[in-house]
């Protein structure tokens, strides 16, 4: 059983479309993250948000925007995304900025496919 | 360079039998997780480890976690059909809100 929702669960855009990802977390957790599941590639950690402040930003390319406007919210606007960036994206929360131990709580991800 | 590396990649075995995936890397890390993940779905937390050497079992699912804290193993005994999904093994370092994830291994238990 999970604490974190994601929408929608499947998209597919074009490489011209505007869409959002949105993540909600029921688990009073202060820290939320982006990751990509990309096929034959391990999970890719993309932003870090805690206190809802962005403290990571991993190299992600400027097309992928997070916003993240309360402690319970995360989304992900997507804008002139290219066929590579098809993957699943998962969203997670956790009750603190890491240390040994934390647990990660991930949604079920959004499948995304860009044509 | 994958910093954690598991394998074997791809494991199909029949119902019943006994498997062993592992995770191995060079760095040192505070913790490591397992995760199990389904078709269409998130990562599951099967369990942490900690202390290096420290062994923890879950039904017939045993954690080990390296003396060195670098490397880990689960060992799954009788798998059975609902044991079939994407096992991921991550670690979180010293000062870091980091998971570095494994690339996984990949189950399959035949009926």
């Known amino acids: 059983e999970t604490g974190v929702t994601q929408t929608p669960r499947h998209l597919v855009m074009g490489m011209t479309n505007k869409k959002s990802l949105k993540c909600e977390q029921h688990?009073?957790?202060?820290?939320m993250y982006w990751y990509k599941q990309s096929a034959k590639k391990p999970l890719e950690l993309m932003f870090v948000y805690s206190l809802e402040e962005r403290v990571e930003n991993n190299s992600v390319p400027s097309r992928f925007s997070p916003e993240c406007p309360n402690s319970s919210h995360l989304f992900l606007h997507l804008h002139t995304l290219q066929p590579e960036d098809s993957a699943l994206y998962l969203c997670?929360?956790?009750?603190?900025?890491?240390?040994?131990?934390?647990?990660?709580?991930f949604g079920p991800g959004t499948r995304l496919l860009v044509l | 360079t994958q910093l954690l590396e598991q394998s074997p990649q791809f494991l199909s075995i029949q119902e019943g039998e006994n498997l062993t995936v592992y995770c191995n890397s060079s760095?040192?890390?505070?913790?490591l997780q397992w995760y199990r993940q389904e078709p269409g779905e998130g990562p599951v937390l099967l369990v942490t480890v900690v202390t290096g050497g420290e062994v923890k079992k879950l039904k017939r699912l045993t954690f080990q976690f390296g003396d060195a804290r670098k490397d880990s193993s689960l060992h799954i005994t009788a798998a059975q059909t609902g044991d079939t999904g994407l096992y991921l093994c991550a670690g979180m370092m010293d000062s870091s809100y980091k998971l570095i994830f494994g690339s996984g291994t990949r189950l399959l238990v035949r009926p």
């Open positions: 997670a929360s956790s009750h603190a900025r890491g240390g040994a131990g934390e647990t990660q709580y």
């Open positions: 760095s040192v890390f505070s913790s």
């Open positions: 688990l009073g957790h202060n820290a």
